[in-house]
């Protein structure tokens, strides 16, 4: 069984922060926050990174609790077709900055900044008026690893029926 860090993971994202705005090359760490998930997801994990490492999670869990005024979060918000609107919304949003970015280091990295800052900062609101981690019900990472685990879970079955 995987131990989980959710205590104290969030210090990552303030490291994260803390560096960019000492030099925003370091940046470019914000590839491991996408990546990670991702690759535990192939892995087989599915949305473990979601309940056990998750270092957003972390910071909305243990700073928002106190601050939240933990409504409910609406229906609407927690369905498919707003999980993929920001699914798709948010690589678009990525890959044209990556491809503005034009391969230099310097602005792919502000660009992996920009969209950690904002999706931070919705996440804090949504954090506040809703429960502290209602981003995690939108999270775009999180849905895509838990798609990743829908589409392996239907080709074991295929594989089993065949």
């Known amino acids: 069984m995987k131990k989980s860090i959710m205590k104290w993971s969030w210090i990552f994202m303030v490291l ?22 991702i690759y535990l997801a192939v892995r087989g994990g599915g949305r473990v990174h979601c309940a056990k ?14 601050v939240s005024f933990k409504n409910n ?8 077709t707003v999980k993929n609107i920001m699914l798709v919304w948010m690589m678009g949003m990525f890959s044209i900055s990556l491809v503005m970015a034009g391969g230099d280091f310097t602005k792919t990295a502000f660009a992996i900044v920009r969209m950690m800052t904002v999706s931070t900062l919705v996440g804090i609101l ?8 209602s981003w995690c ?11 990743i685990k829908d589409g392996q879970d239907k080709a074991k079955k ?3 029926a065949a």
Do not use: E, N
Not at 73 to 80: A, E, S
Not at 137 to 147: N, Q
């Open 158 to 160: 295929a594989k089993q």
């Open 53 to 66: 490492y998750c270092p957003r999670g972390s910071m909305f869990g243990v700073f928002l609790d106190k």
């Open 73 to 80: 979060l609406p229906k609407f918000l927690k369905t498919k």
């Open 16 to 37: 994260f922060f803390t560096l960019s705005i000492v030099d925003i090359r370091f940046g470019i760490l914000g590839l491991l926050c996408m990546g990670t998930p």
């Open 137 to 147: 019900t939108v999270c775009p990472m999180g849905y895509a690893t838990g798609l």
């Open 126 to 133: 949504m954090g506040v008026i809703f429960q502290p981690r």
